[in-house]
C-alpha cells in the first residue's frame, strides 16, 4: 500500500474511531433534560445536576416548607396549669375557656420577641417574616393581644435573636420601673430557664414531668411546638441584657402549631423507594413531632433509627467512625443543628451515597453546597440557600424532586443511548479494517467513504437520540452505583456485539464479494450502502437498552426517525448524483442487491434483539 492511501486510511480510522460527535451529543442531552425538568417546576442552576439528580441514592430532606406547606397556623394554646385552648378558626373557638389573664401573659411572650409583621392588604392580613412569628401574630391578633398599645407599654431595651444554636428567642422590656424579659423557643430549653409556672391561681411550683407530658402530647399529634416564659430582671447600669440573664423565669404555656402535609408528598415517597432511593428527614423540630410528621408522609422506619442532635454530637465526639455507624442506620433526625446537617451529609458520602439535599433557609445552606446534589426551595427559600443549590425548586415541593430524579434518569440514559450508538459503529469500521488487512484483502472502503460514512450516518441521528422519552420504568429501577462507570459490563457487551455483527458481517460481505469476482469498486459501493444501513439499524437498537426495538412507542421521536429517513435518502441521492458519486465512487446498486443488503443489516437488529432478551431475563441463584 503506498504511502500516501496509508496515510488517508490512517486518517479515515482515526475519524471513525474517534467519537467526535459525543461532546455535542452529551451537552444537548442535558439541556433536553433541563428543559424537561423545568416544565416539571425543578429549575436547574448547574448543567451536571441534570444527570447528577438521577443518580443519587439518597434525598436527606427539610420538614418545614418541603414536605409541608411551610404554611403554619396555631391550633392549640396549652397553659402551665393544663388548660387548653383549641383555635381551629378566626376566631377561634374554645371548648373549656381557660384564664384569661393567662392567655394574655402568653401572647405578650409570643408578641413581644417577634420579628415578623402583618399588614392590612385590601382587608386582608398579609405577613412577611418568619412563618412561626407570623403564625403567633395572626393568633395574638384574633385573640385581641396584637395591638400596638403593646409595644408602646413595653419598649424594647434588648434582645437575644433566634438561633437554631440557642433555641430560642428573647426580648427584654423596660415596664413600670423595671426589666421585663420574654422567652419562647424549644420547650426543654425554656424549662431549664424556669422555676416557677403560671396558673389560674398565680404563680405556683415548676412541674417539668408534667409539662413535659403535655409538650409530647402535642407533639406527638404532629405539631410543632413552641414554648413561653416571662420573668423580671434586675436593671444594669450597662444596659447589657444577654442569655446569662435568663433565669428563675415563670413558665407560661405552649402553642401547638400545624403545618399540614403536602397531598403529594405520600405518593412520592412511595416512588422514591420503589426506585431504590433511601430518604432521611433532617430537622430542627421535636423528635416527637419529627416522627410523627415522617410516618404520616409515609416514611418507614423504627424507633431506633430515630436520632436528635444530642446522640449526633456524641458521635461526632467519638470520631468519624462512629458518626457513620450511627448515620448508616438513621433516618429521623430531630433537632439538630445547621453543623450537624453537614456532618450528616458528609457521613452519607462517606457511606458511598449520592446524596440530594434538600432546603430553605440560611442555615441548611452548608449541607446544600458540599451534597453532591442540593436543591434548594424557590418560593419561600432564601437567597442564601438559592445561591448554594444546583436545583431550585419552584414550587416548594417534594414531589417535583422526584419527577427531577426522573427526568434526570432519563437523560443518564439517553447519554448512554449516544454512547451506545456512536461507539459501536466507530468500533465496528475500525474492526471491519482490523479483519481486512492482515488477510491481504484491499481496503475495504476508501477514506473519502468513511467520512462520508460518519457524516451520513452520525451527522443527527445521535443528537436525536438525546430527545428519548425513555422506556417508562426509570422509577422502578434502583438508580447506580456512585462509582459505577458508564462504559460498565451492560454496555461494553452491546457494543462488542454490534461490533460482531456489523464489523464481522461487513468483512464476510466484503471478502465474498472480491471472490464472486465484483470489482473492487463495486464490492466497495455495496459495503458502503451496507454499513449505512447497519448503522441506521444500530440507531434505532439504541433507543432502548432493555426494550424492543417493536415496543409501544416507535413513533414517540420523530426527530430520529426524519434523521434516518434523510440519512439514507441523502446516501441514495449520493449514488445517484453525477459529481458526487464521482468523489465517493459509488453508484447505483440492483433491486436484488438491495434486498441481500436489507436482508443481511436486519441481522444487527435481531441480534440486538436476542442480547436484550439475555439482559432481561431473569436470574436464578
Given at each position: 500500500m503506498a504511502p500516501g492511501q496509508l496515510f488517508m486510511m490512517a486518517v479515515g480510522l482515526a475519524v471513525s474511531a474517534i467519537p467526535e460527535g459525543l461532546p455535542v451529543a452529551i451537552s444537548v442531552t442535558l439541556a433536553i433534560g433541563m428543559r424537561r425538568m423545568a416544565r416539571a417546576h425543578v429549575i436547574v442552576r448547574r448543567m451536571p445536576a441534570v444527570e447528577a439528580l438521577g443518580s443519587c441514592t439518597v434525598i436527606a430532606t427539610d420538614k418545614t416548607g418541603t414536605l409541608t406547606r411551610n404554611e403554619l397556623v396555631v391550633t392549640t394554646l396549652a397553659l402551665a396549669d393544663g388548660a387548653t385552648l383549641a383555635c381551629d378558626g378566626d376566631p377561634p373557638s374554645a371548648a373549656a375557656q381557660p384564664d384569661r389573664a393567662s392567655i394574655e401573659a402568653l401572647l405578650e411572650a409570643a408578641v413581644l420577641p417577634n420579628e415578623a409583621r402583618l399588614v392590612a392588604v385590601h382587608g386582608k392580613w398579609q405577613g412577611s417574616g418568619d412563618g412561626v412569628d407570623v403564625a403567633l401574630l395572626r393568633l395574638a391578633r384574633a385573640l385581641g393581644g396584637a395591638d400596638d398599645s403593646l409595644s408602646q407599654a413595653y419598649p424594647r431595651v434588648a434582645r437575644v435573636p433566634y438561633e437554631p444554636e440557642r433555641a430560642y428567642a428573647a426580648s427584654f422590656h423596660e415596664h413600670h420601673g423595671g426589666i421585663h424579659v420574654f422567652v419562647k423557643g424549644a420547650a426543654e430549653t425554656l424549662l431549664g430557664m424556669c422555676s416557677h409556672s403560671l396558673g389560674r391561681q398565680g404563680v405556683g411550683a415548676l412541674d417539668r414531668d408534667a409539662l413535659l407530658r403535655m409538650k409530647n402530647e402535642l407533639a406527638a399529634q404532629g405539631l410543632r411546638v413552641l414554648a413561653f416564659a416571662r420573668g423580671t430582671i434586675a436593671r444594669r447600669s450597662d444596659g447589657r441584657y444577654d442569655d446569662a440573664s435568663l433565669s428563675g423565669l415563670t413558665f407560661l404555656g405552649f402553642a401547638g402549631m400545624k403545618d399540614p402535609l403536602r397531598v403529594e408528598v405520600p405518593a412520592a415517597i412511595r416512588q422514591c423507594y420503589q426506585a431504590g432511593i433511601e430518604v432521611c428527614v433532617l430537622t430542627g423540630d421535636d423528635p416527637v413531632t419529627a416522627t410523627a410528621i415522617a410516618r404520616q408522609a409515609?416514611?418507614?422506619?423504627?424507633?431506633?433509627?430515630?436520632?436528635?442532635?444530642?446522640?449526633?454530637?456524641?458521635?461526632?465526639?467519638?470520631?468519624l467512625d462512629e458518626l457513620d455507624r450511627l448515620v448508616r442506620v438513621a433516618r429521623v433526625y430531630a433537632r439538630v443543628k445547621p453543623a450537624q446537617k453537614l456532618a450528616i451529609v458528609l457521613a452519607l458520602g462517606r457511606l458511598g451515597h449520592f446524596v440530594a439535599v434538600t432546603g430553605d433557609g440560611v442555615n441548611d445552606a452548608p449541607a446544600l453546597k458540599h451534597a453532591h446534589v442540593g436543591v434548594a426551595m424557590g418560593g419561600k427559600g432564601t437567597e442564601l440557600a438559592k445561591e448554594n443549590a444546583d436545583i431550585i425548586l419552584t414550587d416548594d415541593n417534594f414531589a417535583s424532586i422526584v419527577r427531577g430524579i426522573q427526568e434526570g434518569r432519563i437523560a443518564y440514559g439517553n447519554i448512554r443511548k449516544v454512547v451506545i450508538m456512536l461507539v459501536s459503529t466507530g468500533a465496528a469500521e475500525v474492526a471491519l479494517f482490523l479483519l481486512a488487512i492482515p488477510l491481504g484483502l484491499p481496503m475495504p472502503l476508501l477514506p473519502t467513504q468513511l467520512l462520508w460514512l460518519n457524516l451520513v450516518t452520525n451527522g443527527i441521528q445521535d443528537v436525536a437520540l438525546a430527545a428519548e422519552r425513555g422506556d417508562g420504568d426509570e422509577l422502578s429501577r434502583p438508580p447506580r452505583k456512585p462509582a459505577e462507570p458508564i462504559f460498565?459490563?451492560?454496555?461494553?457487551?452491546?457494543?462488542?456485539?454490534?461490533?460482531?455483527?456489523?464489523?464481522?458481517?461487513?468483512?464476510?460481505?466484503?471478502?465474498?464479494?472480491?471472490?464472486?469476482?465484483?470489482?473492487?469498486?463495486?464490492?466497495?459501493?455495496?459495503?458502503?450502502?451496507?454499513?449505512?444501513?447497519?448503522?441506521?439499524f444500530q440507531v434505532l437498537n439504541s433507543r432502548s437498552e432493555r426494550g424492543s426495538l417493536f415496543r409501544p412507542g416507535f413513533w414517540s421521536n420523530p426527530l430520529l426517525l426524519t434523521g434516518i429517513a434523510a440519512a439514507q435518502g441523502?446516501?441514495?441521492?449520493?449514488?445517484?448524483?453525477?459529481?458526487?458519486?464521482?468523489?465517493?465512487?459509488?453508484?447505483?446498486?440492483?433491486?436484488?442487491?438491495?434486498?441481500?443488503?436489507?436482508?443481511?443489516?436486519?441481522?444487527?437488529v435481531w441480534a440486538a434483539e436476542l442480547e436484550k432478551w439475555w439482559a432481561r431475563r431473569p436470574r436464578t441463584g
Open positions: 409515609g416514611m418507614v422506619f423504627t424507633p431506633q433509627q430515630v436520632v436528635t442532635g444530642d446522640l449526633v454530637r456524641q458521635a461526632e465526639a467519638g470520631g460498565d459490563r451492560a454496555l461494553m457487551r452491546k457494543v462488542w456485539c454490534a461490533v460482531a455483527v456489523m464489523g464481522g458481517g461487513g468483512f464476510v460481505t466484503f471478502h465474498w464479494l472480491l471472490a464472486q469476482g465484483y470489482t473492487e469498486q463495486h464490492a466497495r459501493n455495496l459495503l458502503l450502502l451496507l454499513f449505512v444501513l447497519f448503522e441506521n441523502l446516501h441514495i441521492a449520493a449514488m445517484y448524483m453525477p459529481g458526487l458519486s464521482g468523489i465517493l465512487q459509488v453508484g447505483p446498486v440492483s433491486w436484488a442487491e438491495w434486498m441481500v443488503l436489507l436482508a443481511l443489516a436486519s441481522v444487527a
